[in-house]
Structures are given as structure tokens and as C-alpha cells.
């Protein structure tokens, strides 16, 4: 089936470490996303990509890094530089053109303790 | 640079009314994209309904209607005969020519039987 799966769907890392979130698609998606989202809250922008090899910050890139080497591939690094890194991060792909939806994971809930 | 708006934190309404979740938005783009989510508890986002900049009508999905007025920069989604199941918390969000797509706060909205 094609689809968006993120893994882990629960992560546990001590504060100060790095830690990779997966995120691949099946759909032949150009354009990815990466979205962190806090409890009760509205989902936040923090990288997206429109194709191979370029990204672009959203609204909360500080803290985070991603790359985007495979067209299938959008992996979501959360630094030790970001403060307060617990929360929900969702990710999406959407084939190109502006009036297509994005398909969304199930996401990754991360705590830091 | 692009804001989405979604003024109502939450909203009560009874089983088979209809309910209005506000949503206004600001780009400079001529051509972009509206989009409203709805995320139950369980975390998964599912995508509801789409209206284009240059859609001259209003798009309507099912239950779902959304009334879009271009000149006063609103898109908002129209839930007619409200189940038990819609209980969840719905968010607007648009694509604009750089492919970036923002999302709003999110209004929760609770039906009661």
C-alpha cells in the first residue's frame, strides 16, 4: 500500500542527545514536510522540502536539521540545541502543484527526559 | 509571508446542528491553495476539503461545505448535521506559491448528543 510512515511512534532520549526522526513515502511525493505540533496546540513549520537535494526553514527551524537526499527520504534530526524538543512531530508529502492536500503520517511522539 | 487564522479555541455544538469554524488568512499570493484537517484524538490528520484561489464556487465534500470569501480573505468550513464522530479538533491551512503550507491554531469542536 502507498502511504507515509514515520518511525518510531514513540521515542524516548536523554536531554542533550541527537535524535533522528524517520519519515518515508511511497507515493512519489515531491514535496515533504515536517511539522511539530504541542499539546492542544496548532501544527508549527519546521522544514520542508520541494524536491531532492533542497529545503527550506519553516517558522521553528532553530533546534532542527533535516536533509533530503532521496526523493522517498525526509529525515527529521532534532538537535540538542533545541530547547524544549518534547512534543508531537508529524510529517507530510504532497504531489506538486498548489492545489493538491498533503497526506500525513501517524507521527512520532518524542520525549526528552 | 503567510498567517492562517482560526479565532475559536473551541465550540460546543448539539448532534445533527450545523456548526461554522472560522478561519481567515493573509498572503500576497494571487494563486494559492485553502485546505481544512481534522484530527480526532488519535493524533491522525485527515484531509477534508480544498478551495482554490480561482474557484468561483464554493467547494462542498459531503457534510462538508466551505465558504469562501475571497475579497475578505475567509474560508470557512460549514459542518452540516453534526455527528458524535466529528467531535475532534479541525484545522485550516493554505499552500501559497512557494509551496509552503501553514496551518492555523486549530479550533477543537465538541458535539454533544
Known amino acids: ?113 | 509571508a503567510q498567517k492562517i487564522t482560526q479565532t475559536q479555541p473551541g465550540m460546543f455544538v448539539q448532534e445533527k446542528e450545523a456548526v461554522t469554524l472560522d478561519c481567515t488568512y493573509d498572503t500576497s499570493d494571487q494563486s494559492y491553495g485553502l485546505f481544512w484537517y481534522k484530527q480526532p484524538s488519535s493524533g491522525e490528520m485527515i484531509f477534508l476539503i480544498y478551495q482554490g484561489s480561482y474557484d468561483e464556487q464554493n467547494a462542498t465534500e459531503g457534510r462538508y461545505s466551505l465558504n469562501f470569501q475571497k475579497a475578505r480573505k475567509s474560508a470557512n468550513l460549514v459542518i452540516s448535521a453534526s455527528q458524535l464522530g466529528d467531535s475532534a479538533m479541525y484545522f485550516c491551512a493554505m499552500r501559497g506559491s512557494d509551496y509552503k503550507l501553514s496551518f492555523g491554531a486549530g479550533t477543537t469542536v465538541t458535539v454533544r448528543a
Request: proline share 5%; net charge neutral.
Open chain 1, 1 to 113: 500500500d502507498g502511504g507515509i510512515t514515520q518511525s518510531p511512534k514513540y521515542l524516548f532520549r536523554k536531554e542533550g542527545q541527537n535524535v533522528t526522526l524517520s519519515c518515508e513515502q511511497n507515493l512519489n511525493h515531491d514535496a515533504m514536510y515536517w511539522y511539530r505540533q504541542d499539546p492542544g496546540q496548532g501544527l508549527r513549520l519546521i522544514y520542508y522540502s520541494q524536491i531532492v537535494n533542497d529545503f527550506q526553514k519553516g517558522d521553528i527551524a532553530e533546534g532542527y536539521s533535516v536533509s533530503r537526499e532521496k526523493k522517498e527520504s525526509f529525515p527529521l534530526t532534532v538537535t540538542s540545541a533545541q530547547k524544549n524538543p518534547t512534543a508531537f512531530y508529524l510529517c507530510a508529502s504532497s504531489p506538486p502543484g498548489r492545489v493538491t492536500e498533503a497526506f500525513f503520517g501517524q507521527g512520532t511522539r518524542l520525549t526528552v527526559v
